[in-house]
């Protein structure tokens, strides 16, 4: 695969966000998060692009030619390689926040029983936790923390106004499951969205430990 980039974007500032892709990519399948090719990563290039991960790709060998770019409608830019079938659950999110630049998106096991388990509630309340404050915009294990369980598709639309229907009601919005298939969460930078993505695992293994426990 060989990648074009439009005049405007430098190949050094793609390869920074490829490799940043990458490195991420890397770390979190080695942790078991990204099983059989699942999951998608991306970062926000300029106002007009973002970098994300081809489709179907072993997500712990990823390198600079596993990463293209795509338009905020989620088309491949410069490149015949096939972006992510869920490219567009990206772009949304650089749509909608310009102060977000990446957008992570995993299939654990922890993440993929938390979102059976708590499906029918339409939500995961998270509350006295300290691990809260991982999360941008929260000072206090004392905030409520909700993280929406939305209904698996393969119809991205669907899904795309579903997330689009949360935010227009107001609700903030740092991470969402989908029933049966993974999490999605975001960040101002790489590192802000890999805090996210850690610190929710790590919730949502505690509220199906308290729920094993039956406490
Ligand atoms: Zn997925």
């Not at 990446?102 to 029983?113: D, E």
């Not at 979102?115 to 509350?127: M, N, W, Y």
């Amino acid at each position: 695969m060989s990648q074009v980039l439009p005049a405007t974007i430098p190949a050094k500032l793609f390869h920074e966000r490829a490799d940043a892709i990458a490195d991420a990519a890397r770390d979190l399948a080695q942790r078991g998060w990204t099983p059989a090719t699942s999951s998608n990563f991306s970062m926000r290039v300029d106002a007009a692009h973002a970098a994300i991960t081809v489709s179907g790709r072993d997500k712990g060998k990823l390198g600079r030619n596993d990463i293209m770019l795509v338009d905020m409608d989620g088309k491949a830019v410069g490149t015949d390689a096939r972006p992510s079938a869920e490219t567009e659950l990206h772009t949304q999110a650089y749509r909608r926040w310009p102060e977000v630049n990446a957008v992570l998106h995993t299939h654990s096991r922890t993440q993929s029983v938390a979102s059976r388990l708590f499906a029918k509630h339409g939500v995961i309340r998270l509350e006295g936790w300290e691990l809260q404050k991982a999360i941008r915009g929260h000072a206090t294990h004392e905030s409520v923390l909700d993280i929406p369980v939305f209904p698996n598709t393969q119809h991205m639309p669907e899904l795309v106004a579903r997330v689009d229907a949360w935010i227009d009601a107001g609700k903030p919005l740092h991470a969402y499951l989908i029933n049966g298939h993974g999490i999605y969460t975001w960040g101002h930078d790489m590192a802000e969205a890999r805090r996210h993505l850690e610190a929710l695992e790590f919730l949502l293994g505690c509220e199906l430990d308290l729920k094993r426990l039956n406490a």
